[in-house]
Every structure is written in structure tokens, then in C-alpha cells.
């Protein structure tokens, strides 16, 4: 269930953040997207921590990949907590951090010996 969950929240997050980046910020319906990107986002990155580490476990089953996450979390309280507050550089930078700690994530997560890669047939 955890492997769905954030993979489905992973990959909508993925592209639904390449489709903000690329509109039109500050209007009604970008606080309406980014609402629920933040959401897919928070459900990816609490979903992580049920996954396993793969081929670096370091603590338990936690992995290097999960410093992403703790990342990814810091990144959208940040993100948040400026743009309610009106600085729109610092919510601009934040959520851009957000954005490519998850690529960052799915990079790693589709790399040859990956767990999720193997789960999702890439790579033979």
C-alpha cells in the first residue's frame, strides 16, 4: 500500500510541479494547484519512510534516499511559511527546492539495483 501511495503522489507531484513552474504565479489557480501539490508532496515524502533504503540501508531500512524526504519536508514548511508571510523569493526558492529534491528522489529511485526500479520493470 505505501509503495502506491507514494509512487501515485510522487509521480502527480512530478508533473503537476512542472506544470506551476511553468504558469502563471501568484493567480487563484496556482494557490489552487500548489495547495494540492503540496499535499501530493507531503504524501510522497511520509510515504517514503515506509519504504526501504534499497542498496544503502544506513539506519533500520532508512536509506541516503530518505534525507531527500527530510528535505522535501523542510523545503515545503519553508515554502509555506513564506509565502504566507509574502516573501515570494523565498517561497520561490523553497518550493523550487522542493521541486528538485524530488527529482532528485525519482532519479535515484529509477537508478540500475533500485528496488522501485526493479518494481516498476525498468532496467531488466
Do not use: D, E, N
Not at 510522487?10 to 487563484?28: D, E, F, H, Q, Y
Request: charge should be positive; proline fraction near 2%.
Amino acid at each position: 500500500m505505501a509503495f502506491w501511495l507514494h509512487t501515485a503522489s510522487a509521480l502527480s507531484a512530478l508533473a503537476l510541479g512542472a506544470l506551476i513552474l511553468r504558469s502563471t504565479k501568484g493567480s487563484c489557480r496556482h494557490r489552487a494547484l500548489g495547495r494540492l501539490w503540496v499535499t501530493l508532496m507531503l504524501t510522497s515524502a511520509v510515504s517514503s519512510f515506509w519504504l526501504g533504503g534499497g542498496v544503502f540501508p544506513v539506519l533500520g531500512h532508512f536509506g541516503p534516499i530518505h534525507l531527500l524526504s527530510v528535505w522535501v519536508l523542510v523545503s515545503l514548511a519553508a515554502a509555506v511559511t513564506a509565502a504566507r508571510q509574502g516573501r515570494v523569493q523565498a517561497h520561490r526558492r523553497w518550493t523550487l527546492g522542493a521541486y528538485l529534491g524530488l527529482v532528485g528522489a525519482f532519479i535515484w529511485a529509477m537508478a540500475p539495483g533500485r528496488w522501485m526500479a526493479s518494481v516498476l520493470g525498468l532496467w531488466g
